[in-house]
């Protein structure tokens, strides 16, 4: 059974940090691509970042390039997203997925296995 669970979020201030962690279970973590995802209530999901299998092809959002940064530790079937300046816009749930594409659309589409979401809220 594949489990993706995440951590890490939480309530803070605009301009704060927050790293958000994703671990699974269940499936070969290193054979697939990983993504973050967010959405906001009454939103469409959209992509945030992905990182290729080997951590070589990263991805981000134009609304979270040179803010955020994704990365994966395959010997702990984990993965991160270091979020700094983080602006009130950025308040949505934020998911991590398993999938088999990553790319510059950031499609969820691509990805099979998701994880329940954690809250992140930026107050102004």
């Known amino acids: 059974q594949v489990q993706v669970v995440e951590s890490g979020g939480g309530l803070v201030q605009a301009g704060g940090s927050l790293r958000l962690s994703c671990t699974t279970s269940g499936l070969n973590f290193d054979g697939y691509v990983m993504g973050w995802f967010r959405q906001a209530p009454g939103k469409e999901r959209e992509g945030v970042s992905c990182?290729?299998?080997?951590?070589?092809?990263?991805n981000y959002a134009d609304s979270v390039k040179g803010r955020f940064t994704i990365r994966r530790d395959n010997t702990k079937n984990t993965l991160y997203l270091q979020m700094n300046s983080l602006k009130p816009e950025d308040t949505s749930m934020y998911y991590c997925a398993a999938g088999f594409y990553c790319d510059g659309y950031l499609a969820p589409r691509n990805y099979n296995y998701w994880g329940q979401g954690t809250q992140v809220t930026v107050s102004s």
């Open positions: 990182i290729s299998q080997s951590g070589f092809t990263l």
